[in-house]
């Protein structure tokens, strides 16, 4: 195939002048039209990490900052101390869950980056302490386990809501819709 037919493969244009995708020098990339993403559904961001954190891990900002460069550290304009992500705890408000795998990646040249997924379905780690998480159960950081979430039984600040059950009891993984806000029991 020639660099014309591949061309029209990926970007299925057959006229001249209407350029729909292009990836620009400077690494930008731009299109014209809508983007569909497959399996991985959610939209998460790199932030820095001490510890080790595992995919669905939920995850709160610690004290502690690192260095973060608006322009990859090619200048001394832009850098920022960023506050570093650990395991969340019981009574903090989450930032997010750690994401098994994004759909979209932001924050690629953060050092030491963990994905925190903020929006989308994500898989989180869950406790049974407050009952085995059903679909449309909202959760909430457990209260005996850090970087876990629990069913929330009462107004609290919900991490998302459950669109899959809980297999087994102690603790399992469940699919999550990542929500972030204060969720009243009704």
Same mark, same amino acid.
């Given at each position: 195939?020639?660099?014309?037919?591949?061309?029209?493969?990926?970007?299925?244009?057959?006229?001249?002048?209407?350029?729909?995708?292009?990836?620009?020098?400077?690494?930008?990339?731009?299109?014209?039209?809508?983007?569909?993403?497959?399996?991985?559904?959610?939209?998460?961001?790199?932030?820095?990490?001490?510890?080790?954190?595992?995919?669905?891990?939920?995850?709160?900002?610690?004290?502690?900052?690192?260095?973060?460069? !608006?322009?990859?550290?090619?200048?001394?304009?832009?850098?920022?101390?960023?506050?570093?992500?650990?395991?969340?705890?019981?009574?903090?408000?989450?930032?997010?869950?750690?994401?098994?795998?994004?759909? &979209? !990646?932001?924050?690629?040249?953060?050092?030491?980056?963990?994905?925190?997924?903020?929006?989308?379905?994500?898989?989180?780690?869950?406790?049974?302490?407050?009952?085995?998480?059903?679909?449309?159960?909202? !959760?909430? &950081?457990?209260?005996?386990?850090?970087?876990?979430?629990?069913?929330? &039984?009462?107004?609290?600040?919900?991490?998302?809501?459950?669109?899959?059950?809980?297999?087994?009891?102690?603790?399992?993984?469940?699919?999550?819709?990542?929500?972030?806000?204060?969720?009243?029991?009704?």
């Amino acid at each position: 195939a020639t660099s014309t037919d591949v061309f029209r493969i990926l970007s299925d244009v057959t006229s001249t002048g209407n350029v729909v995708f292009k990836v620009k020098a400077n690494g930008d990339i731009v299109t014209d039209g809508a983007t569909t993403l497959g399996t991985p559904a959610d939209l998460a961001e790199n932030y820095p990490s001490n510890e080790a954190l595992s995919a669905g891990t939920v995850v709160a900002f610690s004290t502690t900052t690192e260095s973060w460069s !608006l322009d990859n550290g090619e200048t001394t304009e832009g850098t920022y101390q960023m506050s570093t992500v650990r395991k969340a705890k019981y009574g903090e408000e989450a930032l997010g869950v750690i994401s098994t795998r994004p759909g &979209i !990646l932001l924050g690629g040249n953060t050092t030491n980056g963990v994905p925190v997924a903020f929006s989308g379905r994500v898989p989180v780690l869950v406790t049974d302490e407050n009952g085995l998480v059903q679909q449309g159960d909202y !959760l909430t &950081i457990s209260s005996s386990t850090p970087g876990y979430a629990m069913k929330a &039984i009462s107004s609290s600040y919900a991490i998302g809501r459950a669109i899959s059950d809980a297999t087994s009891a102690s603790t399992s993984k469940v699919l999550m819709v990542v929500e972030n806000k204060h969720h009243e029991v009704r």
